[in-house]
């Protein structure tokens, strides 16, 4: 199921995944869950197996605890969840910006599926934006996405991009994340979670106002060298030398990138600044850090050790600034 990896739509420039068909703009939601590989179902069945009998196929028995997940038009399984699991269709991811994209102004940007179907999501841009020092703009957008294997709770998540090289960072304040996350336990209800992202979207000014903050913070030849080696070296490394290596590449390569490889590195906002720092390290996930496919890497960028690791570069630039 291999082609499934390219079941993405995006409307605009190419997104930093470089995965998708294009579509022009202001797309009706059908058309979108069309070109995005999101116009199927999932389907469950309680698991059953089969009994033995003396050598002869017995009876057919099922496990009414558990449930297979298949895709309505492939057939192919998804994954075994409890009885209880609230599934979430993939046309409810898209059809949750029903109402913003008519009325509230905001644009489906990009959406799709990943790991053949396991997981699924859209992105849209809110209308917010800012513009730091040297024309550095960062636009605001919120990301919707799920899964129905248990990896992922329906998570709704204030994001930003950073346009000049499309680094995308998790909106946080005070340490925590402003994502919204509805665990599969409970059923999904797309209004409430619309008003709590009310409150997590007002917190956009006071977000930006922090990363103002980072632009202006001038950072020393050995604070950049501190920094990098909190964020991008663990402990593991002491236990693994391969891992150690590893950490050491990634060490020179996001280095080099904050002393001008990265894109938009000379901007004032950028050079020099803590806010150079921060956006070394997001390129560097988003855009370098090795990867199996663009597919993976999307994956690690925004639900997996990538997101961790921009989440512990932006929580050391703010103790860095404050």
Not at 174 to 187: E, F, M, Q, Y
Request: glycine share 6%.
């Amino acid at each position: 199921m291999a082609h499934l990896v390219q079941q993405m739509a995006y409307v605009g420039q190419t997104p930093w995944h470089e995965l998708g068909n294009k579509l022009p703009a202001k797309q009706p939601i059908e058309v979108w869950a069309q070109k995005a590989g999101m116009d199927w179902e999932i389907r469950e069945t309680p698991v059953r197996y089969m009994t033995e009998q003396a050598g002869a196929l017995g009876s057919i028995m099922s496990f009414e605890d558990q449930k297979v997940l298949y895709r309505s038009d492939t057939k192919a399984p998804l994954s075994v969840v409890s009885g209880r699991y609230q599934v979430v269709q993939p046309k409810s991811v898209l059809e949750f910006y029903r109402d913003l994209t008519e009325i509230s102004g905001f644009e489906l940007e990009t959406a799709g599926v990943l790991k053949d179907g396991k997981k699924f999501w859209a992105l849209a841009k809110t209308g917010k934006e800012a513009t730091l020092k040297g024309n550095d703009v960062v636009k605001g957008y919120i990301l919707l996405a799920t899964s129905c294997d248990g990896t992922l709770a329906t998570t709704a998540t204030p994001t930003t991009i950073r346009v000049v090289c499309n680094n995308t960072l998790t909106v946080a304040l005070n340490g925590a994340s402003s994502a919204i996350k509805v665990p599969h336990s409970t059923n999904f209800d797309p209004q409430a979670v619309k008003k709590q992202l009310g409150i997590a979207v007002s917190s956009w000014d006071s977000f930006m106002y922090r990363m103002k903050t980072l632009s202006e913070r001038k950072v020393k030849s050995h604070e950049s060298m501190n920094y990098f080696l909190k964020v991008m070296c663990n402990s593991d490394s002491q236990l693994d030398p391969a891992q150690g290596l590893m950490n050491e590449r990634a060490l020179k390569k996001v280095q080099a990138m904050y002393e001008g490889q990265a894109h938009g590195a000379e901007l004032t906002s950028a050079s020099g600044t803590a806010w150079g720092l921060l956006n070394a390290v997001t390129e560097f996930v988003d855009h370098e850090k090795r990867a199996r496919s663009q597919e993976n890497r999307l994956d690690s960028a925004w639900f997996g050790q990538g997101a961790v690791l921009k989440q512990r570069a932006l929580d050391y630039a703010l103790q860095m600034a404050a």
